[in-house]
Each structure stands twice: as C-alpha cells, then as structure tokens.
C-alpha cells in the first residue's frame, strides 16, 4: 500500500519515468510481530484502524517509513516508535503555527549572517540528498532522518536573526514540501498555514540550489590514529591539499604529532574529516 502511494507521489512530482521503478516499490516487507508473520492464526495482529484512529494515519505511515527500507521486514515492538513519530510532526506542526507567512524574499547572500546562511546550505544540501533517496536510491527511511535532522537546525536559527522571517519562510516550505510524500495530509495543512496556493501534493518539487550547496566555512574534524584530536575551519571550497595542510597545523592535534613520523594522512570523500596516521 505504501509503495503504491509513494510511487504516485513520485510520479506526480515529476521524480520518476515511466514504471521500472514501481516494480521495485512493491516488494516491500512485511510486518511482524514477536518475530511471526502477523496472522489470524497466531493471534498477532494490530489492527492498523486502531493505530489510525489513536495516532492518525501520518504518524503511522511516517513510523513505517522510518523503522527500516521499504524491502525490509518490520518487526513491531509496540507503540514507542508511533509516539517519536508523532512527536515529530507535532513539532513541525509547532514550527509552522508559530511562523507568521511572510512574502519577503530571501535578501543577497552577502547580506545575511553566518547563522542564516548556514541554515541556507543545511536546507539545499538536505533537498538535494532526498530528492536522490528519492528519486534514485529509493531510501525512504533516510527521508525522514534528514527531514529530522533540518527540523533540529531550522529551530536552532537564532530569535534575533535580522532576516529570520524570511528565511524561516523558505525553509518551512521546502519542508513542508519535502515531508508530503511521507506525511501527506500535516502536508496538506502545513501548506495552507504557510499561504500554498492549491495542493501541496501538486506544488512542483523544490530544486536545490547550487550556489548553497557549499559552505563558505566549514568544520574538519582532525584525527590522529584514529581519536579526535582537534577541529579546524577550512574554506568550504578548500582542495584535499588544503584540508590536510590545515589539519597538520592545528595547535590541538600538533601536540600528538609532536616527535612522531607522519605515515600518511587521508582526506576521505566529503572532506569534513582528515586522519592522519603517525608511529612512533
């Protein structure tokens, strides 16, 4: 049933061509529970009318989506998992209550604190990530971590944020929009507090930005043998050269490198972290 849905959410987003894809969405995995198949027989069934009618039909949908990848079993422990969903979508819901819709545009980027561009970047590089889930990798559980994961930056913007009403309109948007396909009806609502025009299932798909997809700043973890010795700020277009230049001169992890032989140092894919390996 959820990879139907999805699969016309999808398609009605533009995210997909044809029906190669959907061959793939419905072998989905089941639900078990205390290891078993549900079944009559065994007496292991939940009605899922009764989570509905308790939880809402979001909730659910959203703690299915989240507990593993779509082909994957899920083996149901209770309630627990339900409730975090809907203390996630009760937040959002909070967010956007308190958010007055606001018609400015998003001034220059020139023109805006490190806190908001940050925050800017955060959104982009999150949209970008779930439209590929999405639309290439079909990791529906990893919608809604990264879904989470820009909730707890969007409400980290700080109260005095000179441009905060405007960005805090896009974000919420983008959002929004992003939450549809696994909650669509808060979807449907959020949309309309937020000043929508029509359906929020219909709005065209955002598309990340380019020029906010790279930090002006960025933090680089340093270790040395494996443990965290220190962090640095790099500029957020620093080659692998830079980084690790940058990595050796910081004062925290020199104290560890102080008289030993530096066998290597790595700058693995993504750049926010370079290991250097010493003996000695």
Known sequence: MYARYF????????????????????????????????????????????????????ALRLFMIFAAPIEKEIDWTGFEGIEGATRFLKRITRMVEEHAPCPDAIPAKDLLTAEEKALLVKIHQTLRKVTEDLSHRYQFNTLVSSLMELTNHVADLPKDAPHR??????????????????????AEQLWTRLGGQGLCMHAAWPEADPAWLIADQVTVVVQVNGKVRGRVQVDGHASEDERSRAALACPEARQHLAGREIVKVVVPPGGKLVSIVVKG
């Not at 009403?165 to 808060?186: C, E, F, K, R, Y």
Request: charged fraction near 20%; include cysteine.
């Open 7 to 58: 699969y016309k959410v999808m398609r009605d987003l533009g995210l997909l061509q044809g029906d190669e894809p959907f061959k793939k969405l419905i072998c989905q995995g089941m639900v078990l529970k205390d290891g078993f198949k549900m079944s009559k027989s065994r007496g292991n069934i939940v009605d899922p009318d009764d989570v509905i009618a308790h939880y809402g039909a979001d």
């Open 165 to 186: 009403a405007a960005i805090l309109q896009g974000a919420l948007t983008t959002l929004t929009l992003m939450l549809s396909p696994a909650a669509p009806h808060l």
